[in-house]
């Protein structure tokens, strides 16, 4: 039989299936194969009797971990993102895979060696204190891993001893259920009457339905209730978050309903138990695959449903290669499987509210929280005002005063510091002016390096001003506020206050995340000062107090998705304020208080911000009434990025003659242009939905005829931000 096989190494050039001779296996299976003089792995996706060629070599047949269904959505995929075959197939298989070797998830474990003379041992650690120590250690319990002792002892202690032969070693394979610690407690709850109409709405159908419901609805609930009746029917599951909300909360939760069925599939995991997760998904063990964006791929059989929590998160859009949209994938993959795609969000994105009201998706939704509270009370704050009265501190009157009455009755505050991508925008602070493009009317981003003002849709440049156009003001305000100037503040304010900080430069250590909201959540600091990564999916129910402090950083991101992605987060942020018993207050400090975001916000209208904006979008046609598709070039030396460029400018201009349907179309400098070393342009362009399709694998086709020899190019569409 000729098998034909992708091989795993990545490049261009060989990505094709190669013939091999083997024995009649089925598709999806992995194989051992020679290429080019290098012993690697393949997976087949081709069976023939015959091949063109002559003396095939032989390929070795290991195991099948790819099913035709993923076969078929990898095909799917390979044509919507122009995506190379074996770049979708690692998507699909955990990287112990990748090898040839037994991929079973095997610790070592150590234990004292018995029967040697005590005598001989003493003198053999007379001068290593350290080794003495393990050894005690070890006789004192039944053995530890490897890996703990290391970590304990350090690795020149722990080999010291092996190396002297005083422990014995075995290999295990301990298939322990990752981050086991958080099962968290069973509740038992009735649905609502509102829950149980969206869950049995589910169970029964199949498309795509999005649950609209207001942070504190109960949708986990629906969602637990939903994949309940999909295991009775003995079909399986899987459900997407946001990676950053990946927080024990949901993770308990779903262990404690479901126990073991879960399996979590997180890039935070190791090789060995990412590979152990994985396989008790294949073999049925698991039914509920838990994950961020990469929990699509599971391989599970018969999926009955594919939830996407806080659907209108960006994280659930890889940006690096493959570059895919998880929510698109999911819905590939619902449609071929026959199953349910749940979208849920208090905020949904404008799009897939778009295709509810026009019926495409079926709309279920959650009006009321379930705790007696309703949505805390939001105030905004006028910080043009302050700075008028002389207030030139990070805290308003009112957030001040509020954060004292909280501190005082021992209840827990958040206070919430937008930050998005790298940019900061330029702003007066006496009049809340803001630096914008005048072509494009968003607003500019400081380039500290050069110290100029860039627009981000254009990419035209202007001087860095030294005073305000509109009053005259000098104190211009640049660059961010950090979470340590807030700390600091607040020590200034409350000398006792204790306070804990998260954001990126907090959070670089893999556990440090869970360890600081931990902390928080049992009680060890009142207040908890953060970026985007608190704003999701938490639940603290001593927090009666949120403070947002510059809501403003998002909402003059250069981008078309500003007002969203600013009303998206005030109503997260909001939504971790008064989640238990307690009444929640929200304080929203901002220089432009009458923009709708805030008018909308104060009142969690989404509805009334969605038909404001979705109108806007349609004036100025953005997305979703174009896709935005962006053509990215980087080469080593400007000159071959600059033709590149222009050739492929020509040639979709040649494009847009024959096909119509683009509204805007410009090459330039990208906004950020260099970046590893590379020097970056780009071809911005605006289309409409209906020639997408046509046009786009066109456009697919210059990125590979064009691409710069000494660098990159490629094309994405809706990309999150355009730097
Ligand atoms: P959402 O995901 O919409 O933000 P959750 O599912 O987290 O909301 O629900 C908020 C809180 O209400 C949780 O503590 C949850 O246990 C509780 N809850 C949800 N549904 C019910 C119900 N039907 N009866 C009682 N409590 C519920
Ligand atoms: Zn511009
Ligand atoms: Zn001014």
Redesign the pocket.
């Known amino acids: 039989m000729v098998l034909e096989v992708i091989v795993d190494i990545s490049t261009a050039e060989i990505d094709r299936p190669f013939d091999y001779e083997g024995e009649d296996v089925p598709l999806g299976s992995r194989v051992a194969v020679d290429f080019a003089g290098r012993h690697t792995v393949g997976f087949v996706v081709g069976k023939k009797q015959t091949s063109e060629f002559s003396s095939l070599k032989k390929a070795r047949y290991l195991d099948t971990p790819v099913s035709a269904e993923q076969l078929k959505l990898m095909n799917e995929m390979r044509a919507a993102y122009n995506l190379r075959h074996i770049d979708v197939l690692r998507l699909f298989i955990p990287t112990k895979l990748r090898e040839e070797r037994d991929p079973e998830y095997k610790r070592i474990f150590l234990t004292a060696a018995q029967g040697i003379d005590e005598e001989a041992v003493a003198a053999m650690l007379k001068r290593a204190p350290k080794q003495r120590e393990v050894l005690d250690h070890l006789r004192a319990g039944k053995g530890e891993y490897l890996s703990v002792l290391t970590e304990r002892f350090g690795a020149g202690a722990v080999n010291g001893l092996r190396e002297k032969g005083l422990v014995n070693e075995s290999a295990v394979h301990d298939a322990r259920v990752p981050l086991e610690t958080l099962a968290g407690q069973k509740?038992h709850?009735?649905?609502?009457p509102d829950?149980q109409r969206a869950a049995d709405a589910i169970t029964e159908g199949k498309g795509v339905y999005l649950l609209h419901?207001?942070?504190?609805?109960?949708?986990?609930?629906v969602y637990m209730s939903v994949i309940e009746k999909m295991l009775e029917k003995g079909r399986t599951a899987i459900m997407l978050v946001p990676e950053i909300a990946l927080t024990p909360q949901i993770l308990g939760l779903f262990r404690a309903r479901f126990g073991d069925a879960v399996a979590l599939m997180h890039s935070g995991l190791n090789a060995g138990e990412r590979y152990d997760e994985w396989k008790r998904l294949r073999d049925g063990e698991a039914k509920i695959a838990v994950g961020p964006r990469s929990a699509v791929f599971a391989p599970l059989k018969d999926i009955g449903v594919i939830i996407i929590?806080e659907e209108h998160d960006s994280s659930y859009i890889s940006e690096s290669n493959p570059r895919y949209d998880a929510k698109q994938v999911a819905k590939m993959r619902a449609e071929n499987c026959g199953a349910a795609l749940v979208l849920g969000s208090?905020t949904p994105d404008m799009e897939s509210y778009l295709l509810a009201t026009e019926g495409k998706y079926k709309l279920l939704t959650?009006k009321n929280r379930?705790?007696a509270h309703q949505l805390p009370e939001m105030e905004i704050v006028d910080m043009v005002q302050e700075f008028r009265y002389g207030n030139r501190s990070l805290f308003s009157a009112a957030l001040a005063d509020a954060m004292g009455a909280a501190l005082g009755r021992g209840e827990q505050i958040i206070l919430f510091l937008n930050r998005r991508g790298f940019a900061s925008f330029v702003m007066c602070r006496s009049c809340g002016w803001v630096a914008k493009c005048e072509d494009c009317d968003v607003s500019l981003t400081w380039h500290k390096s050069e110290n100029v003002l860039k627009c981000h849709c254009c990419g035209r440049r202007y001087h860095m001003l030294s005073k305000c156009p509109q009053c005259g003001g000098t104190e211009i305000k640049q660059g961010k506020t950090g979470t340590e100037k807030v700390a600091e503040e607040l020590k200034a304010l409350f000398p006792d206050v204790r306070v804990l900080r998260m954001d990126n430069d907090t959070t670089s250590r893999k556990d440090s995340y869970f360890r600081i909201l931990n902390e928080f959540a049992s009680g060890g600091a009142d207040v908890l000062v953060g970026t985007q990564m608190i704003a999701k999916g938490h639940?603290f129910p001593n927090v009666t107090l949120v403070g947002i402090l510059e809501a403003d950083s998002a909402l003059y991101f250069s981008d078309y998705r500003s007002s969203e992605r600013t009303f998206q987060l005030i109503t997260q942020v909001a939504?971790r304020a008064g989640?238990a018993d307690k009444k929640g207050r929200v304080i929203l400090q901002t220089y432009s208080p009458r923009h709708y975001v805030f008018r909308f916000g104060r009142t969690y209208d989404y509805e009334g911000f969605w038909r404001k904006e979705i109108n806007t979008r349609m004036v100025t046609k953005f997305p979703p009434f174009t896709k935005v598709v962006r053509v990215l070039v980087a080469a080593e030396d400007e000159q071959s990025a600059v033709d590149s460029t222009r050739n492929i400018y020509r040639a979709v201009k040649d494009i847009e003659a024959r096909v119509g349907g683009f509204v805007y179309l410009g090459a330039a400098k990208s906004p950020v242009t260099r970046m590893h070393g590379l020097t970056r342009y780009q071809v911005l362009m605006r289309v409409t939905p209906s020639v997408y399709a046509a046009v786009m694998p066109e456009i697919y086709a210059l990125t590979a005829k064009f691409k710069p020899q000494k660098g990159s190019c490629f094309a994405e569409t809706d990309p999150q931000s355009l730097i």
């Not at 709850?189 to 609502?192: F, P």
């Not at 419901?213 to 609930?221: Q, R, Y």
Request: net charge neutral; hydrophobic share 30%; proline share 0%.
């Open positions: 509740k709850v009735t649905l609502t829950q419901g207001v942070t504190g609805s109960g949708k986990t609930e929590d208090a959650l379930i705790a639940d939504g989640r």
